[in-house]
């Protein structure tokens, strides 16, 4: 899912992405597994916060 959607996002870059601050607040302190199953999958090709989180927690999965 993450990856058909940065796919599909990529001629759509972060600075025009369709999140508003309220979002991005949202998944900023939702910083855990449930952003993977609670995000809509459009929002992966869109969100700097989320795709902050998805990446950090790549690393904390490589990391165990």
Known sequence: MYV???RAGVA???E????SDAEEERYRTLYNFS???KTPAE??????QLE???RALV???QLS
């Open 59 to 61: 690393v904390m999965m």
């Open 16 to 19: 025009t992405a369709p999140s």
């Open 35 to 37: 952003v993977r199953n």
């Open 52 to 54: 902050r989180c998805v």
């Open 12 to 14: 759509q870059t972060l």
């Open 4 to 6: 058909e959607q940065r």
């Open 43 to 48: 929002m992966y090709a869109g969100s700097r």
